[in-house]
């Protein structure tokens, strides 16, 4: 069931950047928020997440390119996206928690999903 509403992905050529956007209503105040996404023919991987008291975590493959945000007025999470490699080319997930700790804030088990956007980066 989607709950929460993705937007802001596209084509971009390697070295490009990309924002996403996620209106989460009300799970603007959940515990935890986390941005995740899929290639095709693989898993589901956490790229970053953010936890009530502001604090944040990134995949290894990503810490340093990638900001996670959310502004609490606008009840929207943001993924600043910068020198996107081709590697990065997947379906992107926004997430919301109530409850869900930091520790384990990259295991795909979280409540409420948006229905996901498009990133891809060409060589």
């Known amino acids: 069931q989607v709950e929460l509403e993705t937007s802001g992905g596209g084509s971009v050529q390697a070295g490009g950047s990309l924002r996403l956007s996620c209106a989460t209503g009300?799970?603007?105040?959940?515990?935890?928020l986390g941005w995740f996404r899929q290639a095709p023919g693989k898993e589901r991987e956490g790229v970053a997440a953010?936890?009530?008291?502001?604090?944040?975590k990134y995949a290894d493959s990503v810490q340093g390119r990638f900001t996670i945000s959310k502004d609490s007025v606008k009840n929207t999470l943001y993924l600043e996206m910068s020198r996107l490699e081709p590697e990065d080319t997947a379906m992107y997930f926004c997430?919301?928690?109530?409850?869900?700790?930091?520790?384990?804030?990259?295991?795909?088990?979280?409540?409420?999903w948006g229905q996901g956007t498009q990133v891809t980066v060409s060589s």
């Open positions: 997430a919301a928690d109530p409850y869900r700790p930091l520790a384990v804030a990259s295991v795909p088990h979280y409540n409420y």
């Open positions: 953010v936890v009530i008291d502001g604090t944040t």
């Open positions: 009300g799970y603007i105040f959940a515990n935890c």
